[in-house]
């Protein structure tokens, strides 16, 4: 009997590579997202081991409606990946108070309405895996990035805690810390910083922008996570963190090891942002 493993946002990017992967490693996987029509593409890959699944995870009738589709076609879940996520962009002071209620509703208490749904089939299993979606951003924060890499930080602080929590459950809890990635969301994140691109930071914002567009589009491509959440899945002693792809790991290190001081003029060089927008000193 194949395990069966729940992907959140499996229409588009990470989530539908690992959709695609698990099932072509013989995991039976509920692909879910909002719109069932996106997702339809799923159903005849990965030896027709996919099951797209409706899902809005900030939605908890939405999951539970899920959860029941997914008990009725038998079998307790074994895994869940929350990798559902949006990414809102902007300064701090620019981004409305609507948007960054949105960056927390699905990134923070989507991921934590759908780990609270599964959490009591697993225990009762004394068994499961929860692998949860963060982001380099989760532990170093670029400039315009506040709501999203404060979403990811909190995912870091949830998943240490959780795996403490599970541990004794047989619940193995893992985070995956992707850096750039090759898929829709870096277009979605230019949209987002486009809007900003005429308010009080612009000059600080366009050349953030212009540093980000090159990122995105020679990024690696989702693999790599999917990989990631295979061995996260299967490993007899998976790690409580991976970070993909490994070039990545350098800036964290910087990052633990550097004072902040330092670590805030590097990544002032890397964007291209340093010297700008400073004021003259006045003699
Ligand atoms: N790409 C990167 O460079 C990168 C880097 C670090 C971390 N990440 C993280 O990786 C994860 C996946 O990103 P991606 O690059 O694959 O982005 P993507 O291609 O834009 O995919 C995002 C997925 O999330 C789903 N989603 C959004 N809101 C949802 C909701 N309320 N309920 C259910 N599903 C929802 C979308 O599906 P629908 O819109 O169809 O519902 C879509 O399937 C995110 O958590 C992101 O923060 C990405």
Do not use: C
């Amino acid at each position: 009997m194949y395990q069966s493993v729940l992907v959140t946002g499996a229409s588009s990017g990470i989530g539908e590579a690992t959709a695609i992967h698990l099932a072509h490693k013989g995991f039976r996987v509920f692909a879910a997202a909002r719109s069932l029509d996106k997702l339809m593409t799923l159903s005849g890959l990965g030896g027709g081991r996919i099951t797209p699944l409706a899902m809005d995870v900030t939605d908890e009738a939405s999951i539970a409606a899920g959860l029941a589709e997914i008990s009725d076609g038998g079998g307790a879940l074994y895994g869940l990946v929350n990798n559902a996520g949006v990414s809102v962009m902007g300064p701090v002071e620019e981004v409305p108070a609507a948007d960054w209620r949105r960056q927390y509703e699905t990134n923070v208490f989507g991921l934590v309405n759908v780990t609270r749904a599964v959490l009591p089939q697993m225990r009762a299993a004394g068994r499961g895996r929860i692998i949860n979606i963060g982001s380099v951003a989760g532990r170093i924060a670029a400039p315009f990035q506040g709501a999203y890499a404060s979403s990811k930080h909190a995912v870091e602080g949830l998943s240490d805690s959780l795996r403490r929590e599970m541990g004794p459950h047989g619940v193995k809890v893992s985070l995956i810390r992707p850096g750039f990635i090759n898929t829709p969301f870096g277009a979605q994140e230019q949209d987002e910083l486009e809007r900003y691109t005429g308010g009080a930071y612009a000059e600080q914002i366009n050349i953030f922008k212009a540093w980000h567009a090159k990122g995105h589009p020679n990024a690696v491509g989702p693999i790599v996570i999917a990989e990631a959440v295979h061995h996260a899945l299967t490993a007899k002693h998976p790690h409580s963190r991976y970070t993909a792809p490994a070039k990545f790991l350098g800036l964290l290190a910087m990052r633990n090891l550097l004072p902040s001081a330092i670590v805030d003029r590097v990544l002032e060089r890397v964007i291209g942002l340093a010297g700008v927008g400073k004021k003259p000193t006045i003699k």
